[in-house]
T-cell receptor, first 114, second 112 residues
Framework: DSGVTQTPKHLITATGQRVTLRCSPR?????VYWYQQSLDQGLQFLIQ???????AKGNILERFSAQQFPDLHSELNLSSLELGDSALYFC?????????????FGPGTRLTVL | KNQVEQSPQSLIILEGKNCTLQ??????????LRWYKQDTGRGPVSLTI?????NTKSNGRYTATLDADTKQSSLHITASQLSDSASYIC???????????FGRGTSLIVHP
């Protein structure tokens, strides 16, 4: 158990809908990362937050947005969902925002868009 | 552009055999390199971290090597077990970016 929690574990929804994925980092970690992993694909970095502020952005679609709250939990919002958004979404946390810090990954949320 | 290439893409071995996974990178400036193990449907877990000055690092039956001159790393698994079946991901951190560069991973299957 990495100490990172993600909810829900599974999510099934329809095209055009909007969903929210939630992540709680390890106790004391200030940095949160979101990743998308499609079937048989590598991890694709979406976005990073550090202590409530956006730190880095990757290949995140405009339909997707995220935020980190004062209690350091983070939410990833996916809207106008398409079939291609079906994937595993991982959240990871690290103590600080320094590159190379070990990232501790949550169990993931499996999103299925029908 | 920072890139990490891993080979082979997939590998099947028999239980008890050894294997070596490769990682080539073009990340600059180099900060460190990690190998992660990802079991199917689960989040990756760090196995080893190597900095510029380190050539070899072991974690149980896992031994990672780093050649900073040729920008290559390898992960050697000794006496493989069924539980070693997973994807192994090479991740290289650059001093010029907050975000490390991920390889696509090598999928290892260990058969009894």
């Amino acid at each position: 158990d990495s100490g990172v929690t993600q909810t829900p574990k599974h999510l099934i929804t329809a095209t055009g809908q909007r969903v929210t994925l939630r992540c709680s980092p390890r106790s004391g970690d200030l940095s949160v990362y979101w990743y998308q992993q499609s079937l048989d694909q590598g991890l694709q970095f979406l976005i990073q937050y550090y202590n409530g502020e956006e730190r880095a952005k990757g290949n995140i679609l405009e339909r997707f947005s995220a935020q980190q709250f004062p209690d350091l939990h983070s939410e990833l919002n996916l809207s106008s969902l398409e079939l291609g958004d079906s994937a595993l979404y991982f959240c990871a946390s690290s103590a600080r925002d320094r590159v190379g810090n070990e990232q501790f990954f949550g169990p993931g949320t499996r999103l299925t868009v029908l | 552009k920072n890139q990490v290439e891993q080979s082979p893409q997939s590998l099947i071995i028999l239980e008890g055999k050894n294997c070596t996974l490769q990682c080539n990178y073009t990340v600059s400036p180099f900060s460190n390199l990690r190998w992660y193990k990802q079991d199917t449907g689960r989040g990756p877990v760090s196995l080893t971290i190597m900095t510029f000055s380190e050539n070899t690092k072991s974690n149980g039956r896992y031994t990672a090597t780093l050649d900073a001159d040729t920008k290559q790393s390898s992960l050697h698994i000794t006496a493989s077990q069924l539980s070693d079946s997973a994807s192994y991901i090479c991740v290289v951190a650059s001093g010029g970016s907050y975000i490390p560069t991920f390889g696509r991973g090598t999928s290892l299957i260990v058969h009894p």
